[in-house]
């Protein structure tokens, strides 16, 4: 009995604190991603996609072991005033310049650091690094997914300020779990060349902030509509019976927002496969049937063993995305 009770203190907790597209999702993105590209790279990406699904979360688990990852995954764009926002500078060195660096991080870097992690995926083609072309794909197709989320672009992240905690993790992680393999649709075009990177990034963001106010608006008027003991249930999750948002409440707040996640999901995963592609071209469209298998170092799979066990600790706190 005590280790049920501590258990589902731990879901509770989760419930509170996800602040990142679940696993599920994360993976998900990285994987559709793959059949998006063209034939010249797909052969090479098909042959890691298992890697590239795995690894989507290896930043999420980054988060409580290195202080500098945190501000990657965000940025609080309502603090820059209102929409359009103009008085952020896009560039990074006109960001500084006008605002600080160290309130930039304190506000979120995420669409900057996109932006770097793309330049070091195009130089990891150019100097044919198949591990790190890896790793830094499937990093880049976890920050381009954050980019998407709404309350990724607001500083009201969590509900914290209209006594909506918990919804983060609710629209990003319950309703993909719940809908995804089932209802959501992901024949996508193929990938595109982008002239500016940082312009369609931030084009996204914008798109993100715009939507947050629809998020906590329609989760607001479910909730009204809909006795308080029926908002939550014990059901399945991962063959855990745990207290979670109930399957009928989400499916009516799917229905609300009018197949908003599945949307940003879909434009996830397109812009993904497009970064990958245009870090390709940019590198001079190198023949990736000639890359070596990667041979991953005993620093890099220790690496990745400890991120997993600080995750686990981090899941048992209820710190943890999954």
Not at 5 to 32: D, P, R, S
Not at 175 to 189: K, R, Y
Request: charge should be neutral; proline fraction near 4%.
């Amino acid at each position: 009995m005590k280790k049920i009770f501590v258990l589902v203190i731990c879901v509770l907790l989760f419930v509170q604190t996800c602040f990142c597209w679940g696993f599920y999702a994360h993976k998900q993105i990285n994987y559709y991603a793959v059949f998006l590209l063209p034939p010249e790279m797909t052969a090479f990406y098909k042959k890691h996609i298992s890697f590239l699904a795995d690894h989507a979360v290896d930043p999420d688990k980054r988060r409580y072991a290195i202080a500098d990852e945190g501000p990657r995954h965000f940025i609080d764009i309502d603090h820059y005033g209102s929409p359009p926002y103009d008085s952020l500078p896009r560039s990074w060195d006109g960001a500084v310049k006008k605002y600080g660096e160290d309130s930039l991080i304190k506000y979120g870097i995420g669409p900057w650091w996109i932006n770097k992690v793309q330049g070091r995926l195009t130089k990891a083609f150019i100097e044919k690094n198949t591990q790190q072309i890896l790793k830094l794909s499937a990093d880049i197709g976890h920050y381009l997914g954050d980019a998407h989320v709404p309350l990724h672009a607001s500083s009201n992240h969590n509900g914290q300020q209209t006594n909506q905690q918990g919804i983060h993790g609710f629209w990003e992680s319950r309703i993909p779990e719940l809908f995804a393999a089932t209802s959501f649709d992901f024949i996508i075009g193929r990938a595109a060349y982008l002239d500016k990177t940082q312009d369609f990034i931030w084009q996204r963001v914008l798109e993100s902030a715009l939507a947050a106010d629809t998020v906590l608006k329609m989760e607001k008027l479910i909730s009204e509509k809909v006795p308080a003991d029926q908002k939550f249930a014990f059901e399945d999750r991962n063959g855990l019976i745990v207290r979670q948002y109930a399957t009928r409440f989400t499916s009516r707040y799917h229905q609300a927002l009018n197949g908003m996640v599945e949307r940003r999901m879909r434009q996830s995963i397109y812009a993904v496969a497009s970064f990958w592609y245009t870090a390709w071209v940019n590198a001079g469209q190198p023949d990736l049937s000639l890359f070596s298998d990667p041979a991953f170092s005993t620093i890099d799979r220790a690496d990745w063993d400890s991120l997993n066990v600080q995750w686990q600790k981090d899941k048992l706190k209820g710190r943890s995305c999954e």
